[in-house]
């Protein structure tokens, strides 16, 4: 079932400098759903317009960033909301209840100065502004337990705990008032290997306990292939393919996506890998027809000259390119 519903984003960042206006492309003309009960992985090299997709999907848009087109419905109950068109008291009714966010570099979330205890207090209480010290006390330290997190983080300050266990507790305050939707943004890439797998394991956690829906934001497919139900590769400010994550690791349609999943260390393997050498176009300019084409050994005319659309190429399983669409597919 669809639980958020994005459709058509534009999302450019506009800015004016010595008189002259510069617009950057990141989010052009996106359209992704979000499933109830499913974690889904956004991917892509750093720069493709993840990090904005998925603020625009939340629904904060601010200066510079204006949103040009589209809308976000999200379903609450039996009413449907365009989060990007709700009033900033409405909003309040549903953000950190129901939608939840953990911004990219999120461990500084956390107010240096004061305990963590007051940290998950001022939240609850601008929440839930009823809540006894006695109710707080129990709703804390039990979510902080059922996330295995020892109770004593609330009496430390943020720089006497590790980066590993900084980056749980903010997905522990993230995630205390059971929203039913939670994006991460890059969540567990500060962190060392071990420590990453940790984070995983909570995030994997707490939907799998909630069964509410996840969308995660890393750039680093391990990630995806070990925590994602879903994945959509994005490229230059689109989504280039998307399909269940293991479609998109066993049957890969798009030249890009094949290098993304070629380009994941595997011990042990010395073979040849895909090379795709070049960077992604300018998302000031962007270059009309396929974007990924000058990266693209199998290009063909067309690819200059038209835009490949995302379509249906098999069950759940969407793609934007004019070598893998095969008779019969259907633009969605
Ligand atoms: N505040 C901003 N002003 C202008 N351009 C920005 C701003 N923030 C991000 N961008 C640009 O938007 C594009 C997408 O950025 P971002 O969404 O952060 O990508 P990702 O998360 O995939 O690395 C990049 O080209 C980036 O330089
Ligand atoms: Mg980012």
Redesign the pocket.
């Known amino acids: 079932m669809t639980l958020l519903e994005a459709k058509d984003l534009k999302a450019y960042?506009i800015?004016k400098s010595y008189g002259i206006e510069r617009t950057?492309h990141?989010v052009d003309d996106i359209s992704l759903d979000v499933n109830t009960d499913e974690i889904l992985g956004i991917a892509?090299?750093?720069?493709?317009?993840?990090?904005?997709?998925l603020r625009v999907m939340f629904g904060i848009i601010r200066p510079?960033?204006q949103l040009i087109h589209g809308t976000v419905a999200y379903r609450s109950g039996d009413r449907s909301l365009d989060l990007l068109s709700l009033t900033d008291d409405e909003y309040r009714q549903i953000r950190w209840k129901e939608l939840s966010y953990i911004p990219?570099g999120s461990m500084s979330v956390l107010n240096p100065l004061r305990r963590v205890r007051k940290t998950f207090w001022d939240f609850i209480d601008t929440h839930r502004p009823n809540t006894t010290r006695r109710e707080f006390e129990d709703l804390v330290t039990g979510h902080l337990s059922d996330l295995g997190l020892p109770a004593e983080v609330l009496d430390a300050f943020p720089h006497q705990l590790s980066g590993g266990m900084r980056q749980r507790v903010t997905i522990a305050l993230a995630t205390i008032l059971k929203p039913r939707l939670i994006f991460a943004?890059e969540p567990t890439t500060a962190l060392d290997v071990i420590v990453q797998s940790g984070v995983i394991d909570l995030l994997r956690r707490i939907q799998a306990e909630a069964r509410n829906s996840l969308v995660i934001?890393t750039?680093d497919m391990g990630i995806h292939a070990n925590l994602a139900d879903r994945i959509a590769i994005?490229y230059a400010?689109q989504i280039i393919e998307e399909a269940p994550a293991k479609q998109i690791f066993g049957n890969p349609q798009h030249p890009y996506t094949k290098y993304l999943i070629h380009s994941l260390p595997r011990i042990g393997d010395k073979s040849h890998r895909i090379s795709s050498p070049g960077r992604p176009p300018s998302?000031m300019v962007p270059p009309k027809g396929c974007r990924f084409r000058d990266r693209c050994e199998q290009k063909r005319r067309i690819c200059r000259e038209e835009r490949p659309l995302l379509v249906s190429i098999g069950e759940n399983h969407k793609v934007a390119c004019f070598l893998a669409v095969k008779e019969g597919a259907h633009a969605s």
């Open positions: 960042y800015t950057v990141a892509g090299e750093s720069g493709c317009g993840k990090s904005t997709l510079p960033l990219q943004d934001v750039h994005m400010g998302l």
